[in-house]
C-alpha cells in the first residue's frame, strides 16, 4: 500500500511540475481512437458498434493554436434479426485546435474541429467533426487526452448520413522547437 501511494504522490508532483509546448513553432504528433455503441428500440433496428481510429501530425501557427492533417479509419458492424452488415470508410482531413488555458497548465481543456473528405467509401461522405476535451499533459511533451466527438456524416446519397456522439481517448507528442 505504501509504494502505490508513493506512486500516486510521484506521478501528482511531476504532474505539477510540467510545463506543456503548447507554443507557436512546436509540432504535435498523436492520434485517438473513438467507440459508438447504438441498440435500436425494435428488432429492426438492431444494434450497431463502431470504432475510430485517428493518427494526426499538427503545427503551432500561434500559441495555444494548431492546425494540421488526420487520417480518420472507421469501422462499424450493425447486427440485425436477418442479418449482419460491415462498413468501413477511410477519410482525410485538415483540422484546427485551440488550448483555451495557459501553455504552462499541467491540465488543459481543447477545442478541436475538423472538415472530413472520404477516399474509401462508395458513398463519397463528407463529416464535420467537433471534439472538446481535457488534455493531461504527464511531462512537457506527451499528453493523455479524453474527449467527447460530435460527427455530422452526409454523403451524396441523400439517404446515408448520420449524426453521432462518440467517447474518445488519445495521446499527442508534443515536439518542442530546436
Known amino acids: 500500500m505504501k509504494t502505490l501511494t508513493l506512486f500516486f504522490l510521484i506521478v501528482f508532483a511531476t504532474i505539477l511540475t510540467v510545463n506543456a ?18 441498440q435500436g428500440k425494435s428488432d429492426i433496428a438492431g444494434k450497431t458498434f463502431t470504432v475510430t481510429g485517428s493518427p494526426n501530425i499538427g503545427y503551432f501557427f500561434f500559441n495555444k493554436i494548431a492546425a494540421g492533417a488526420k487520417v480518420n479509419y472507421t469501422f462499424s458492424e450493425s ?18 485546435r485551440y ?68 467517447l474518445g481517448f488519445g495521446i499527442q507528442v508534443n515536439l518542442e522547437k530546436p
Request: no cysteine.
Open 99 to 166: 488550448y483555451f488555458l495557459e501553455v504552462d497548465k499541467p491540465v488543459n481543456v481543447f477545442l478541436e474541429s475538423a472538415y472530413r473528405y472520404a477516399i474509401l467509401n462508395e458513398n463519397n461522405s463528407t463529416e464535420f467533426s467537433l471534439k472538446g476535451g481535457v488534455a493531461i499533459f504527464l511531462n512537457s511533451s506527451v499528453a493523455l487526452e479524453v474527449s467527447l466527438n460530435y460527427l455530422n456524416s452526409k454523403s451524396k446519397n441523400e439517404y446515408v448520413g448520420s449524426q453521432d456522439l462518440l
Open 79 to 96: 447486427k440485425f434479426e436477418r442479418g449482419t452488415s460491415e462498413f468501413e470508410r477511410l477519410l482525410i482531413a485538415p483540422f484546427a
Open 21 to 38: 509546448q503548447l507554443t507557436k513553432g512546436n509540432w504535435m504528433v498523436g492520434g485517438d481512437v473513438s467507440f459508438t455503441y447504438s
